[in-house]
Nanobody, 129 residues
């Protein structure tokens, strides 16, 4: 069965850290570009980071640059998102998605979600005091 499963979300105080995982099954994650997205209540889904297939080049949205780090462990078929210096505005459901080449660092309307081959179910991140 082909699927992506996110984990690692939770509640954290402002300034804290969380590490999200995106585990793939049924396909080799290294062959795909993996994007991390987030969606806050009432907002559209937005791309925050991606790691490219092959050479693993990473990209970040300006809102998370310098605070988030994306990485990939091919042996575990898993991509990670290390989130540091978290802010209340980072509160959202975080999703990972796989596509052969696409990297989205802007809003992705629901009408375009089909552009990605696979989506995870999401994991909630809440940043509050």
């Amino acid at each position: 069965q082909v699927q992506l499963v996110e984990s690692g979300g939770g509640w954290v105080q402002p300034g804290g850290s969380l590490k999200l995982s995106c585990a793939a099954s049924g396909f080799t994650l290294d062959y795909y570009t993996i994007g991390w997205f987030r969606q806050a209540p009432g907002e559209e889904r937005e791309g925050v980071s991606c790691i490219m297939s092959g050479d693993g080049t990473t990209y970040y949205a300006d809102s998370v640059k310098g605070r988030f780090t994306v990485s990939r462990d091919n042996a575990k078929n898993t991509v990670y998102l290390q989130m540091n210096s978290l802010k209340p505005e980072d509160t959202a459901v975080y999703y990972c998605a796989a596509d052969l080449y696409r990297c989205t660092l802007t809003v992705l309307p629901e009408s375009n979600w089909y552009q990605y081959d696979y989506w995870g179910q999401g994991t909630q991140v809440t940043v509050s005091s």
